[in-house]
Structures are given as C-alpha cells and as structure tokens.
C-alpha cells in the first residue's frame, strides 16, 4: 500500500502513543500496602501486654478531646504561618503558637503535592500512589479505611464546608455538608465566604463531634498571581480571623463539656515559588501542623518540629477515640500524649505500632528480619515486664527506668516500620510495561528504518500493511504470544491490568504486536535485498555534513541520552538553552561564509552529479535575491542604491543571530525554572510583586502592541481588526483579575472578575479561526488556490497566537513576543540567506519550540503546570475546556513553533519542493518519538531509582502529554500534505 510519509508518520506515533498509555498503566498501578476495603474494628484492639496478669485495659483508651475542628488551609506553606508572613498577617495565630496551649510542628507531604491525595493521606495514614495526580481531576470515592468511616461507625456527627472533593471522597458520611467547586481557580473570595457563612450557626450548635473546614482562596490566589502577590496579606488576615472565631467558639463550650476542644490548623500541600504545587520542592511539601486545646500546657516560646503528614492520622484516630485506619503508614507525635501518664503513653504506642506490624506482616515476605518488626516484639515484652510490675505496685525508680526504656523503644520501633512501608510504596505491573515497551519499540524501529524512503523525493513510498496478514509468520507470532498471555496470567500470584481485559482487546494487541513485527521484518528485508533506498533522499543527502548537520545531529543523540541521569532531567532547560545558543553561532558562521567567503582563485568548478542536479533543482537558490530590477543598471544613482540596500540587508542578516541571542538570555533571567536556581528571585518574581505592578502594566501594553504589528501583516483586514480589539480584551481582563492597571480609573463598585473580558477575547479568538478554517474549505473544495490556503493557514496561526495571549500570565507575554519575533527573523533573513532544507528547518523548528516551553517557566516538575489558564473566561468547572486549555497553556512554545512551521511550509512550497510538508512531519515525528521511546527503556531500567517518584516520573507524564500534542500538530501537517497530493493527482 503507497502512503505518504506524513500520514504514515502519523500512524505510527498514534501507535506509539498507545503503547506508551499501556506502558503508564503498568507504571503506575494501584499502590501497594493495601488490605483493600477491610475496616479496622474497635473489638480488634489488642489487649496490653500484661506479663501473664489479667489486664484491665483490653479495648481503645478514652478519647482525649470532646469535639475537634478541623481547620484545612489549601497551598497554605509553614513560612506563611511561622514566618515573617504569619507574624504580619496572622497575630491571633501567632500569639497561640508561640504563647499559647498548643503544638506546632512542620508536617512534610510526600508527592505529588496536590489536594486529593494529600487528603487521602491524611485521612487513610497511607502515601498515595502517584497516579493519585490524575484521579486529583475526578476524585473517586475512597473506599479504604479512614478516619471519616471510623468517626461514622463510632456514633461520631461530621459536618463539612469547603472543597467538594472531600464530598465525593466520603459520600454519605456527613450529617451536613456544603461544597465549593476546587478548580474555579478565578474565583477567591466567595469561594471561602460560602464556608464561613455557616461558622456562627455551628459553633453554636451542639449536634457534631467533628467539624472539617477546606479553604481553598489562597491556593486560588496562588495560581492566579504567585505567593508575592499583594492580595496573599489580606488572605492570611481573612484565615486568622477565622481561627480567632472557631479557638474563641471552643473555648467558650470548652466549660460545657467534659473534655476539653481541639483546633488542628494545617495545609494539604504548599505552594511553589511561582504559586502551583504538585512537585517536591521544600515549598510545595512543607506544610503547618498546629494542635491547639486547653488540654495542652501553654508555652512560653515558639518551638517546632519535624512530622511526616500521614502522622495526622494514628494520632487523631487515638486522640479521638478511634481505632487507626489499617492501611495507616504513620507514627504517633509524642509531644500531642505527653500530659498523659506513662501507661498511657505506651498504650498509644503499642497500639500504633500493632497496627503496622500487622501490616509489615502483609506488605513484607521477610518481615521477622525487619528491625522495627523485631524491635517492636522486644518492646511488647519489656512492656509486659513493665506492666507487671505496675500492677504489682512497685514504685521504686526501676519502674521509671523501665517505662522510659520501653517508651524509647516503641517510638524507635513505629518509626522504623513506619520508614520501612514509606519506602514500599507501590509494586509494578511487569507485564503491561512489557507489552506497552513492545509496541513503542517496534513502531520507533519502523519509522527509522522507513526514514530513508520517507524522506525521498516524492515522500511517498509503499508500506507492507496487508502482506503480514498473509504470511505464516504472522500467525506463528501470534501463537506465541497468546501462549505467553495465558501462561503470565494463570501463574502471576499479583493481579496485572493486562490480564484482566477481555480477550477480545487482548486478541486484538496480539494481533497489533505481531503486524508490527511482520511489517518490521518485511521493510529491513526489503532494504538488505535492494542493498540501497530507491529513491535518494533530497531533503538528507543534497546537503553536505557541514557543522549545522553536526551540531543538530550530536545536540539530538546528547539531549536523548542524557535522559538516563536525574540532574539532566531537573535541569533540562539548560540543555535546551545550550543547544538553542549554539545553533545560533552556527547561524552567524553560515551568514559569514555566504557573505564573506574568499573566492576560488583558480576558478574551479564544483563537480555534481546528475542525482544532485535534480535535487538542487527543489532548492530555491539565493543569488540575485536582494537584486532590485526596477532600478536602471545603467543608473550611477540607482546602482549605489541598489549597493546600499544589499550592504543594510546583509548587516542585518549577519546581526539577526546576535540578536535572538540577546533575547535568550534575557528570558533565561525572566523565569528561574528546574530545582538548582529555581528559589533564586528572577525578573518574573520581580514583575509579579505588589510593588510593581506599574512596570508590569507597562511590559503588558508595550508586548501586546508589539505582538499586533509582528502578527497583523499576514492577516485580512477584518482579521486585523479582530486581532486588534482581542489584544485589548486581553489587557482589561487582566486588568479586572488584578494582575496590571487600568490607565482610567473604574467604578469601585464594578468587579467582573475577568470573566466578561475573556468571553469577549474568545469571541474573536473564534472569529479568527472560523475565517481560516473558512479560507482552507475553500482552497481545498471550491478552488485549488495556493494564495487562500496560505492565507487560511495563517489566520489560524494567528488565533492561537490571540489564544496563547489570553492564556499566559502577564509577566509571560514577553516569551509570546519573542516566539512571534524570532519567527519573523528566521523567515525574513536566515532562510532566505542560507540553503537549510525542509529536516534542518524542522529539527530547529523543534528546537527553538522546546526552548520556549522552557523559557515559560515550565519544568519536568507538576508544580509548574498552570491550571489557571484553563479556567479563564469561566464561571464553574468545565471539564474538557479546562484541559484543553490548560493543555494549551502549558505547551503553548512546542505548539505554536509547530504551527508555525506548517504554515510557513505550506506557502513556500515553491522554495524547497512539493514534498517539504511530508518531510517536516516526518522528521518532526521522529524527534519526538525516539527520546520518548528512549526514556521508556530508561525509565523500566531505573525503576528502583531514589528519584523514582520525583522525578523520573513526572518526567514520564510530561513526554506522554508532550507526545499528545505533536501527535495534534502532526495531524494538521498531514492534512496539509494530503490536501497536495489531491491537488497532484488531480
């Protein structure tokens, strides 16, 4: 069958995506650790270790608070509590933790740092699995054991106000509950009124016994303008009012009851330097943990320390009255029991530390050989011994001695156990990685071998797709590998997601795998019996190995490889800005030679060959391409013009590259981004504070302006118009949200919250798009018109250039800006200087696309995704318009350089050759497939690595995502491409 490269391209990298979606589904299983939906039980409780006497004290101990309030801060960071923010914003709550009867402590949060896990971990004791982030979007309801069910089969009254997450986590487990929508991110202030509303009725009311309060406006305010902004102050003021309300309601009812009231104030997770979370920076784990209750003694300084934030749940479940959850991985915090006496102490901490050792004795095969498993079985004995001689009435100091031994050893005990489950935090799916690596192998091996007839001329060559199926080869592999499906299943003691499909999905990825390899084997034999490509390849074997061949060569492999190291992976923006500053001096060497290289003196000829003629003949060649013919050769006057116009375009050509270096380097100072200089303040940090907000207004107006003249040329004039008033809708929306200043002042009274603004940007966003989708139906159906398609090509550029526009942060718009002039610089001056072909423009296309992910601020760490940009110009949460435009938002580099390319292919077709659409999508596909493939392997090879999770992982979600997106922009290559070969046949 005879494709088009493009399409087969295409073809295969959707393929490969699907391998890599089975491949992720194994790499991300359920986490292990796990007794499944089994509930601890009050009657379960192990009697104390009583030395051979009868003990008296069989069952839980008495709670030791009455009621308790459960104060959750969203993106609430511990320097915003106990450091100079909480003490200029927060008197009420620092004058509690530092005077107060309270206990603080810094709770660190494992990743991924967003809230649906973290509040599974606070609730369950237990790590989430990293998958959790994905879940995050459409929270399930948590079926195993948690403090919430415990509380409820206890005879326990939970009301809740705040995030409905946790509604849909424990449904039915509330007596009263009132939702707030997590992910309108715009939204800051009604979000947190419609949770305080209700404090005065319930802090009056005497009908519950635990009461959770979810705040979710600072973590919006976080996403929407960073921790410096100028409305952080005023939020934190608004929290500590709050708990000056509910500390003051507690201690008013604290004489009614007969056990005293607890206030716990803490954070899911924190808050990045520039204001998400999701990663595992110091900022983003580092949470407050504050017990406040008259049961406690009052300090008389400020002292913190240490937790993990799963700890939360054995104490609260004790401290409750409740049995701890059985999947619970945390220790009890001492310094909460102290007031209590001795026995009790240990009767905490026996029980904590039954309940993980029953769960060692699940998650481990060796358990008698873990130290906190054996350490703990010496501490069960010595309290025994201790408990005997309580009993018998000893009071000497040997029974002190002896409680503070065993004390000792039963902490050391839960921590080690505890430290030992954290690190078994999830059991991989083999065989589904297996598979998923397969598919990806087979397809990347088939494009590179294909890459020769896919670059060729015509870039149309024939596919063995139906041979395979005719072949007894094909059937053989089949056999096999259905043979290989029932033995894994029917002997593998863990559940694999493969195994629990149908079989008719299974039977059809056999039948995929196997097609796969016929194809595979039928193109190399092909090539071996040829013994050369039939076609030669224009777009590879025209040009020399020069040192742009080099460079783009060598940057590719280095970039691929060095994807096996940890540290390349946290700072991969700084190999993309290497490479970027040295294709530039690549670019500076080739403007030289052109201009300024030295004659052959004795006037010798270049030899070609006829193979190179005809491919030459494809290229558009440059001499003569500042010549002006309208000017009279015979004109003294028209020649020294004629002179001088050749001598400024080519000291304007030999300066572009300096110029994009220039820019480089100042947005490498606009977003600090990676882990190692990522708290170093930068020039978006200091855009973004209060106190410079004036200058981060003038930086808005002058890049917008600056966008419309470099965008405007190639559109209509009702475009231009559009483009225009979008460009000003963009402005006062970000005006209305708080972000910049309005020239004129507003009526105080007016607030809009941006939302009015951005439907009207999106109105001409739509309007731009529809007339280029317009212009391309109508080259493509009414008329073969080459100028409309061009025309429709770019309008589109130029509606997700109004798209990424409204999408980016303000401080953002310059990378926007030098996107949209670079382009213009390498399509007026380099390219029309220097002969590159349709691979070398693609692959620095790519490049400069990766770059610019970069230079948005992006990392391979969750935290930096915006979710911000897909709530824009929204009321309530969207579900499919938020990811698209979160999507967008966050790979809006990679995009627009992708469509860029297109576009600027398609209208100078006549420059390079009638295949040079076919050639860009291929070599684009392979780009991205290869390092994604690459990392595949790496990462399966290195799955037992420290940094596993933080960030090997994260790293795998990105090139997944990452690989989506070329995977859309390779699909309107495609359809450019096909849209020719129409056009040639007919």
Known sequence: MRLRSSLFGVCGLLLQLFGMAVFMRGFFPAPANSFGAAKARASAAPAEPAGGLASNRTGLPSPLFGRVVIMLVDALREDFVFGPKGKQFMPHTQQLVERGSSHSFIAKAW???????????????????????????????????????????????????????????????????????????????????????????????????????????????????????????????????????????????????????LLILCGDHGMSDTGSHGGSSSHEVNTPLVFISPAFRKKKSFESEHVEQTDLTST??????????????????????????????????????????????????????????????????????????????????????????????????????????????????????????????????????????????????????????????????????????????????????????????????????????????????????????????????????????????????????????????????????????????????????????????????????????????????????????????????????ARSDRNFEKWLVLSSPWVILVFCRLLRSLNQTGIKYAQKPDIGHWLTSSNHRIELSTLTAISLLLIFVLVQKKCSFVSKAALALGLVGIYCYRAAVGNVVFPWKLDKQYVSKGIIEARFVYVFILGILFTGVKDLLKSGVVSSDTVTNSRGLWEIYNGLVLLAALLLRPHNLPVLLFIVLVQMILTRFIWRTLDYDAAQITIIYYWFGQASFYFQGNSNSIATVDISAGFVGFEDYVKLPAIFLTIFGTYIGPLLWAVHLTCYMSSERSRYSSASVGHSCYCYILLRAIPAAVYIILITSLRYHLFIWSVFSPKLLYEGMHTLVTAAACVMFTAMDQKRMVKTLS
């Open 316 to 641: 609260l479940a004790l401290g409750f009255g409740l049995p701890i959850p059985r999947n619970n991985l945390g220790h009890l915090i001492p310094s909460v029991f102290e007031e209590r006496s001795l026995r009790e102490q240990l009767r905490y901490l026996h029980l904590n530390g039954y309940q993980l050792s029953l769960l060692i004795q699940e998650s481990v095969p060796a358990f008698e050989k873990d130290a906190g498993y054996k350490l703990f079985q010496i501490a069960q004995k010595s309290h025994g011994s201790w408990i005997k001689l309580y009993m018998e009435g000893n009071t000497s100091e040997t029974l002190a001695n002896l409680g503070k031994k065993v004390l000792r050893q039963y902490l050391d005990a839960v921590k080690f156990m505890s430290s030992s489950l954290s690190k078994i935090v999830a059991q991989y799916d083999l065989y589904s990685m297996i598979v998923g690596t397969i598919i990806v192998v087979e397809v990347i091996f088939l494009l590179v071998v294909c890459t020769p007839e896919a670059l060729g001329s015509t870039a149309e060559f024939e596919v063995p797709v139906f041979s395979p199926f005719y072949s007894l080869l094909f059937y053989l592999l089949c056999l096999m590998f259905a043979a290989v499906h029932v033995v894994v299943c029917t002997s593998t003691s863990t559940s694999c997601y493969f195994c629990s499909l149908s079989w008719l999905l299974v039977a059809t990825v056999i039948v995929l795998i196997s097609a796969l390899q016929c194809m595979l084997f039928s193109t190399l034999w092909k090539c071996f019996a040829n013994g050369k490509p039939q076609q030669k390849s224009c777009a590879v074997d025209c040009s020399s190995w020069s040192e742009l061949n080099l460079v783009l060569l060598l940057g590719s492999i280095g970039h691929t490889v060095s994807l096996a190291s940890s540290s390349f992976i946290e700072e991969e923006h700084q190999t993309w800005f290497f490479l970027v500053n040295t294709l530039l001096l690549v670019f500076f060497q080739d403007t030289c030679r052109k201009y300024f290289a030295v004659s052959d003196p004795k006037g010798k000829a270049t030899k070609w060959n006829s193979e190179d003629i005809d491919c030459n003949e494809q290229q558009t060649t440059i001499h003569g391409l500042f010549e002006t013919s309208d000017l009279d050769p015979k004109d003294d006057k028209s020649k020294s013009y």
């Open 111 to 261: 990743a991924p740092t967003v809230t649906m896990p973290r509040i599974k971990a606070m609730m369950t004791g237990k790590i989430p699995g990293f998958i959790d982030i994905i879940m995050n979007l459409n929270s399930p309801t948590l079926l195993e054991d948690n403090l919430i069910w415990q509380a409820k089969a206890a005879g326990k009254r939970t009301v809740f106000y705040g995030d409905d997450t946790w509604i849909r986590m424990f449904p039915d487990q509330f007596i009263e509950h009132d939702g707030t929508t997590s992910f309108f991110v715009s939204d800051y202030t009604e979000v947190d009124e419609n949770v305080t509303r209700h404090l005065d009725k319930v802090l009056e009311r005497n009908d519950w016994d635990l009461l959770i309060l979810h705040y979710l406006g600072l973590d919006h305010i976080g996403h929407l303008a960073g921790p410096n902004s100028h409305l952080i102050g005023p939020k934190l003021s608004e929290m500590d009012n709050i708990i000056q309300k509910v500390h003051t309601g507690l201690v008013f009812k604290d004489g009614e009851a007969p056990l005293p009231n």
